[in-house]
């Protein structure tokens, strides 16, 4: 996937090549395993901080299609991911593939950054796959004050443990477009990424009742007719090169308390 050209949308193989690399054991180090969620690290590229992450996380008390809906619903990301400065949809290409934003807080001192992805996804039976990767749209150049990263490509594979549990498995190889120092690589797979997931998790615990309360039938990822977003033509987009963005260093900087509230785990979901 990652020598791709041409911007197209995934097709059958693009997905189970996904599913083949999310259940993968070749080449992955394991960095933290406990409670029932697994991290490993890939390092592709020492000096530049290139590296893959794969974490897996067993769900107890969640169905495999409310975890599903939570990673589509993008109402309900801006309530319970701390993480996200800015995201929105951009538009639909397919009925089972879009082009969105997402902007995202860094560990301090670093530069927060953002990124352009066209998303695919896939139901299968009990199991759904939810994959990107980096495009540039003409509407949305990089901006001044974030870092535009690019997704060689990201996803989920959420596999179905009967009616009330599954398994999720997060796979990302991205470039943050910048030289990194060590700690973050360390912090984001020991800390941050396990972090994310547990968040995730009470997140799934919390959207049934949240959904009943704000536009319940709303699910345009199950209903492509209740898209409301522009077409967006192929031709308008782009392959996002990492080597045509600007280079930062920051391989020098320390880390710092993060004052963003690190704790804050508890976060209200209304």
Same mark, same amino acid.
């Given at each position: 996937?990652? $020598?791709?050209?041409?911007?197209?949308?995934?097709?059958?193989?693009?997905?189970?090549?996904?599913? $083949?690399?999310? &259940? /993968?054991?070749?080449?992955?180090?394991?960095?933290?395993?406990? =409670?029932?969620?697994?991290?490993?690290?890939?390092?592709?590229?020492?000096?530049?901080?290139?590296?893959?992450?794969?974490?897996? %996380?067993?769900?107890?008390?969640?169905?495999? +299609?409310? !975890?599903?809906?939570?990673?589509?619903?993008?109402?309900?990301?801006?309530?319970?991911?701390?993480?996200?400065? @800015?995201?929105? +949809?951009?538009?639909?290409?397919?009925? &089972?593939?879009?082009?969105?934003?997402?902007?995202?807080?860094?560990?301090?001192?670093?530069?927060?950054?953002?990124?352009? $992805?066209?998303?695919?996804?896939?139901?299968?039976?009990? +199991?759904?796959?939810? %994959?990107?990767? =980096?495009?540039?749209?003409?509407?949305?150049?990089?901006?001044?004050?974030?870092?535009?990263?690019?997704?060689?490509?990201?996803?989920? !594979?959420?596999?179905?443990?009967?009616?009330?549990?599954? /398994?999720?498995?997060?796979?990302?190889?991205?470039?943050?477009?910048?030289?990194?120092?060590?700690?973050?690589?360390?912090? /984001?797979?020991?800390?941050?990424?396990?972090?994310?997931?547990?968040? %995730?998790?009470?997140?799934?615990?919390?959207?049934?009742?949240?959904?009943?309360?704000?536009?319940?039938?709303?699910?345009?990822?199950?209903?492509?007719?209740?898209? $409301? !977003?522009?077409?967006?033509?192929?031709?308008? !987009? =782009?392959?996002?090169?990492? +080597?045509?963005? @600007?280079?930062?260093?920051?391989?020098?900087?320390? @880390?710092?308390?993060?004052?963003?509230? @690190?704790?804050?785990?508890?976060? =209200?979901?209304?």
């Amino acid at each position: 996937m990652s $020598t791709r050209e041409s911007v197209q949308i995934p097709d059958d193989r693009d997905f189970n090549n996904f599913r $083949t690399e999310c &259940n /993968s054991d070749a080449g992955w180090s394991q960095t933290y395993n406990k =409670s029932g969620l697994v991290v490993w690290i890939q390092v592709l590229e020492v000096e530049r901080s290139l590296h893959k992450i794969k974490c897996r %996380m067993e769900c107890k008390d969640i169905a495999a +299609d409310t !975890l599903y809906d939570v990673l589509h619903d993008i109402e309900y990301r801006k309530k319970w991911d701390t993480n996200v400065i @800015e995201t929105f +949809d951009i538009g639909k290409l397919t009925v &089972n593939s879009d082009v969105g934003y997402y902007a995202w807080k860094c560990p301090k001192p670093l530069k927060n950054r953002d990124v352009i $992805t066209l998303r695919s996804w896939l139901p299968t039976g009990a +199991d759904y796959i939810i %994959m990107n990767y =980096s495009v540039k749209h003409p509407k949305y150049p990089p901006r001044k004050d974030l870092v535009r990263a690019v997704s060689i490509q990201t996803g989920y !594979l959420i596999q179905g443990r009967g009616a009330k549990s599954c /398994s999720i498995t997060y796979l990302a190889q991205v470039d943050p477009k910048g030289s990194l120092p060590k700690w973050v690589v360390n912090k /984001s797979s020991q800390f941050l990424a396990p972090k994310a997931m547990k968040k %995730m998790y009470k997140a799934c615990l919390k959207y049934p009742d949240w959904k009943q309360k704000h536009n319940p039938h709303f699910k345009p990822w199950l209903f492509p007719e209740q898209s $409301t !977003l522009p077409t967006v033509a192929l031709s308008e !987009l =782009s392959i996002q090169h990492a +080597d045509s963005l @600007e280079n930062i260093d920051e391989s020098s900087l320390s @880390e710092t308390k993060d004052d963003r509230g @690190e704790g804050s785990d508890e976060d =209200s979901i209304n």
